[in-house]
Each structure stands twice: as C-alpha cells, then as structure tokens.
C-alpha cells in the first residue's frame, strides 16, 4: 500500500531562518505531488504541485520554493522565514493516471515564526 | 473560492446516520464531487468521490442528486471517532497533475455519546 511522510511534525524557526521540509512518497511511482498550507482556522492553500522529476509549478507567488530532486520526493524551502509564513503544511500525492484520482494527504508540519 | 456550499456545523448522536449535505449548484459536466474529512491537528483524509451515480465503500455513502446539483455523504453509524470536519470538493480530474483541491470552511461535525 502507498503511504506518505512528511517531517518534521512542528517545527519553530526565528523570522530570517531558512527552512526545509521534505514528504516521500512510498508504494508508488510517478506521482503527482502537491504541497498545500493550512492557516489557522482557514481552508488549505495550494502552494505548488509537481507532475515529474524537477518539473514544479507555483500557485501563489511567496519567498517559498519546491524542489522534486527525485520521484517520491517532495522538498519545500525557504531562504528567510517571515512571520506571515506559520501555518500548518500539508504534502499530498495522486495518482498520475488519467481518472478520477484522490490526493492523498501526509499528516503535515506545524511551523511556528517567532 | 470553493465552489460547493455546507452548513457550518451539525451535530448526531453516537450510533445514529450522520447525514453531510453539500450544495453545487454550479457543477460542470466533468467534474467530480469529492468528500474529505480533517480530525483536529491532522492532514485531510481521503473519504469517497463519485460523478453521478451513489457510491459506497467501507466508510461512507455518497448520493448525488440526479442534477448533480447537490450531494449527501451518509455516515451509516457515527462513532465519536467520526468527529471532525468533513469537506466537500467539486474537481475536474482532467486537469490531473494542476487540480488543486479547493476547500472550503467545511462542516464540523460532532459526535455525541
């Protein structure tokens, strides 16, 4: 069965601190995958989805950045932290089969700016 | 914005059918209704999804309206487990791989034993 991972589960970082937070992918190839962020007490966000190995495209212009180095991983980054950047996020995959397919979400990282 | 309409909160009784309606009126001929539910501090949980025709599986039912306009997710048998916020996503899979899932504020259901 295909399960996701997503660490760290919190995390607090000081305004001007880079970041990095990773999701894999396991029991599946090709997926397409998403990162999404969750501001307390409002909908989910999509931030950037991936359809292949270094291929990213960005829904919302940010100091926030995607990487895909290989093809269940999931990497986003920032340079510097500002404050309005604290939320929980969220990595999801799917599917790439042309269908009716789910995303399927990890069980997220709650960053704290300080 | 979503493009779906939910009560904002309901509440059932432990042991009793949970019924979630979601309005979507604006649905498109290929898009598809998906249900996802978020427990507190959690990512979303996949439920059920279908098109036009009810669908069941080992969680919930789906029944959609014979417009499409509007759908019902069933919760057969609510457990305090169930408590959560349940969503409901209108999504054209044809667009797979730049679909993003649009959710809304949702319905908070609460179980209550």
């Known amino acids: 069965s295909q399960t996701i991972h997503q660490w760290p589960a919190t995390l607090v970082q000081p305004v001007g601190s880079p970041l990095s937070l990773e999701c894999t992918v396991e029991?599946?190839?090709?997926?397409?995958l998403y990162w999404y962020r969750q501001a307390a007490g409002r909908g989910l966000q999509l931030l950037f989805y991936?359809?292949?190995?270094?291929?990213i495209s960005s829904e919302v212009p940010q100091n926030l950045s995607a990487s895909r180095p290989q093809d269940r991983q999931f990497i986003l980054s920032s340079k510097k932290l500002l404050l309005s950047d604290s939320g929980f996020y969220l990595c999801?995959?799917?599917?790439?089969?042309?269908?009716?397919?789910?995303?399927?979400f990890g069980d997220g990282t709650r960053l704290s700016i300080l | 914005d979503a493009k779906t309409t939910q009560p904002p909160s309901m509440d059932c009784a432990e042991g009793r059918a949970a019924n979630l309606p979601c309005n979507h009126s604006?649905?498109?001929?290929?898009?598809?209704v998906y249900w996802y539910r978020q427990i507190h501090s959690q990512g979303p949980q996949y439920i059920i999804h279908?098109?036009?025709n009810n669908e069941t599986n080992e969680m919930a039912s789906l029944i959609i309206t014979e417009d499409r306009k509007s759908s019902t997710l069933i919760l057969p048998h609510a457990t305090l487990r169930d408590t959560a916020v349940y969503y409901c996503?209108?999504?054209?899979?044809?667009?797979?791989?730049?679909?993003?899932?649009?959710f809304g504020k949702g319905t908070r259901l609460s179980v209550i034993a």
């Open positions: 029991g599946t190839s090709n997926p397409n």
């Open positions: 604006t649905i498109s001929g290929n898009e598809y």
């Open positions: 999801a995959w799917s599917v790439r089969n042309p269908g009716a397919q789910p995303q399927h």
């Open positions: 996503i209108v999504s054209d899979p044809r667009n797979s791989g730049n679909t993003p899932l649009v």
């Open positions: 991936s359809v292949g190995i270094g291929q």
């Open positions: 279908g098109l036009k």
